[in-house]
């Protein structure tokens, strides 16, 4: 077998190769167009038809190796439909051809502006390993922060560092090229942001990164800004290794959004797979193997330790051999589905049974599948991967709001019970914000709907970046927020949360006209002093409207949340 | 069973290569000699002396069919196993590149973690 050192080095080379080919699809959508344009108007260009081709085949196989099905799916379809015509002469397209390309670059470009950094997202396999040492984590979060923008403008630079600060980056201005190149000798950032026209040149800002980036091992992670936004600029910049291009006026969200996808890895937790077979030889196996794709395992060759091991441990997925002394997979996988906690987990059973009906039976009992031994690695890993990642997006479907990503409404309560009940039992303090946008009404009347749900985005990815791993955020509805704050009193909960408001009422929102600046209130409660969830946000509640009531963006405690432990800890 | 360790492989578009690249020298551990063309695979193969041929099918100046009958002529490569990687995988196209002297196809797009244990199952299977 192959072997398998510093995981997470392949990791953040994955990731960071799949982040910049994500920024280069649009130019390369951009470039299909271009040559379809031309085919269609002269049809006889044996050369333009040769390069469309050339540019659909290679976009059809790199988008889907880099995960992007989708488009390497239409951009396929267009190869195949171009070929159509392959043995035809090249003197006009049928009309039936020039509709069925036509369809598909449409279908290309409306999947470039909507939904490719979607589908990014759900390419999970690039993400199952993520060197979580939470020793390393406050420096790495520290280096991941650092910024440098840089542009010959100082007015402007000032202006967007203090808002690209209010979402707890770190930005530090040039307006200078030679010394920001001195700067980056000194101290690399996780990101350069770079204006492209200096007094030096029209676009010497991407000659100067493109320089740069030929004497360096590693390419410096750029996002360009220009005051124009033509497509031969756009593709020096995609020359010269940008992974973002943004025109002026910048709309700070979009480039908030995609900074913090460039520079922060999304923490997707690793694959859990637990493996339930008698024979240890035969599930250190399938552990070796789905450990090697990054995934973590347990092992059970007892089959009735299985339950022990689901609370310890609850996997993504269970696989399971069928004949096992004591206890068989079907017995087994009867007994999980009768349990309420594990209903959902998928159960695959790993076994050299051929026989279909009693395949069959083994699915009726509660199994998911079955996938018949000897299976090969690359398959189980396949097999198991595109099934976790099934599991995975129903649970987000059903657990997140679309819009923002945070958690929705039902499982926001359904965390404050459990952290609730864990505060109990640890005897430890636990804070529950509720906060609410003002006058959020006036917004979508005044500036429209759009730019209601940029704000509502906006507040979200400033909550995901200032707040600490383990707090929990959730919109509650409308433009209700929560926020768990576990381990933490009311007190402390409260100096987080003004934090958080005066940097939201710094962020400069974007209509098609003015900026507008949005407040929030906000309400909160705090265990001990309450005996349920339900308790307890109908408290935040209460305060949220006596802030509402009291004058609007400010914080409120409810006063029977201030006692807390006697040996409480802030933070 | 000979390891494998020398990988000869050609493809035209940077952005397989590097993750080709990530997929068999950081996740398979295997060395790789990077071609941009079959021609520079035709080239390279007396100084990299490669255990495995690896190669695009569609690749300027040279497409990888030719390079293989290019290094074919060469003695001491006449039995070198060679892969092709390919979008092209219908029953008659891997028929043809199978007749072409590959020992096997890998399809494109191909998954990035698995693509090394492909590799090593088809090297495998060539060596029983």
Redesign the interface.
């Not at chain 1, 077998?1 to 510093?6: D, E, I, Q, T």
């Not at chain 2, 950081?26 to 295997?30: C, E």
């Not at chain 2, 494109?108 to 698995?114: N, R, S």
């Given at each position: 077998?192959?072997?398998?050192?510093?995981k997470p080095?392949?990791q953040a080379?994955?990731t960071a190769?799949k982040d910049g080919?994500a920024q280069?699809v649009p130019a390369k959508i951009e470039e299909i167009r271009q040559s379809w344009n031309l085919l269609k108007s002269v049809p006889e260009d044996i050369d333009m038809f040769h390069l469309l081709h050339?540019q659909t085949?290679?976009l059809?196989?790199?988008?889907?190796?880099?995960g992007f099905?989708t488009v390497?799916q239409l951009a396929?379809a267009v190869e195949i439909a171009l070929q159509a015509d392959l043995t035809e002469s090249h003197e006009s397209w049928t009309p039936q051809i020039v509709s069925d390309v036509e369809l598909l670059v449409q279908q290309l470009e409306n999947f470039n502006q909507a939904g490719f950094e979607q589908e990014g997202e759900d390419n999970a396999?690039?993400q199952?390993y993520l060197d979580n040492a939470e020793e390393n984590s406050a420096k790495t979060d520290a280096l991941n922060r650092l910024l440098y923008l840089v542009d010959d403008d100082a007015d402007f630079l000032n202006t967007m560092a203090m808002q690209i600060r209010t979402f707890g980056y770190k930005v530090v201005t040039f307006t200078d090229l030679d010394r920001f190149e001195k700067a980056v000798a000194l101290q690399e950032p996780a990101l350069v942001i770079m204006d492209v026209e200096f007094e030096q040149g029209k676009k010497a800002g991407i000659e100067h990164i493109h320089r740069m980036n030929e004497e360096r091992e590693n390419v410096l992670q750029t996002i360009f800004i220009t005051g124009s936004n033509d497509v031969l600029t756009r593709l020096d910049a995609v020359r010269a290794g940008g992974l973002g291009y943004f025109a002026k006026p910048l709309l700070v969200e979009k480039l908030v959004d995609s900074i913090n996808d460039l520079t922060h890895q999304h923490a997707e937790e690793p694959y859990k797979v637990v493996i339930v077979d008698d024979s240890p030889e035969q599930s250190s196996f399938a552990a070796l193997?789905l450990q090697?794709?990054?995934m973590e395992t347990r092992e059970v060759n007892e089959p009735l330790e299985l339950l022990n091991v689901l609370n310890d441990f609850p996997p993504d997925i269970i696989l399971t051999d069928i004949y096992m002394p004591g206890c068989s997979g079907l017995e087994l996988s009867k007994m999980i589905r009768q349990m309420d906690t594990f209903v959902s987990i998928p159960i695959v059973f790993l076994s050299s049974e051929n026989d279909q009906k009693k395949q069959m039976n083994a699915m009726s009992l509660g199994g998911d599948d079955f996938l018949s031994k000897p299976i090969?690695?690359?398959y189980l890993?396949?097999a198991v991967?595109s099934r976790i990642k099934r599991g995975r997006k129903v649970r987000e479907l059903a657990e997140t709001d679309g819009l923002t990503g945070l958690l929705n409404h039902t499982k926001i309560k359904e965390r404050l019970e459990e952290e609730l009940s864990r505060a109990k039992r640890e005897k430890t303090p636990l804070a529950f914000a509720m906060l609410d946008i003002d006058f959020f009404k006036h917004v979508n009347d005044s500036y429209g709907h759009p730019a209601g749900d940029r704000v509502l985005k906006s507040l979200a990815n400033l909550f995901k970046q200032r707040l600490r791993k383990y707090d929990i955020v959730g919109r509650y509805g409308g433009e209700e927020f929560v926020v768990i704050f576990p381990n933490t009193d009311a007190i402390a909960a409260k100096t987080i949360m003004d934090k958080l408001r005066v940097s939201f009422s710094e962020i400069s929102h974007f209509s098609s006209e003015n900026p507008f600046y949005c407040r929030f209130s906000c309400g909160i409660s705090a265990f001990p002093g309450y005996e349920n969830g339900t308790e307890m946000s109908n408290e935040a509640d209460k305060v949220l409207y006596e802030a509402k009531e009291g004058g609007r963006n400010k914080v409120v405690v409810a006063v029977n949340s201030l006692g807390g432990f006697s040996k409480a800890k802030a933070r | 069973m000979q390891e494998l360790e020398r990988i000869l492989y050609a493809e035209d578009?940077t952005?397989?290569q590097?993750?080709a690249l990530?997929a068999l020298e950081?996740?398979?551990?295997?060395t790789l000699k990077t071609c941009n063309t079959g021609l520079e695979a035709v080239a390279e193969i007396e100084n990299f002396k490669p255990q495995l041929l690896l190669f695009d099918v569609?690749m300027p100046d040279m497409d990888g069919p030719t390079a293989l009958a290019k290094i074919r002529e060469i003695d001491a490569y006449k039995d070198t196993p060679a892969i092709f990687m390919t979008?092209k995988v219908q029953p008659n196209e891997v028929k043809g590149y199978l007749d072409m002297g590959a020992v096997d196809v890998i399809a494109?797009?191909?998954?990035?973690?698995?693509l090394?244990?492909?590799v090593?199952?088809i090297w495998a299977k060539v060596q029983t």
């Open positions: 077998m192959s072997n398998h050192n510093g080095d392949i080379a994955l190769l080919f280069k050339r085949h290679t059809a196989g790199t988008a889907g190796t880099y099905h390497g396929k396999t690039f199952p193997t090697q794709a990054g090969q690695p690359w890993v396949s991967t | 578009e952005d397989i590097q993750i990530i950081m996740v398979g551990g295997y569609m979008a494109k797009p191909f998954e990035p973690m698995t090394a244990a492909q090593q199952e």
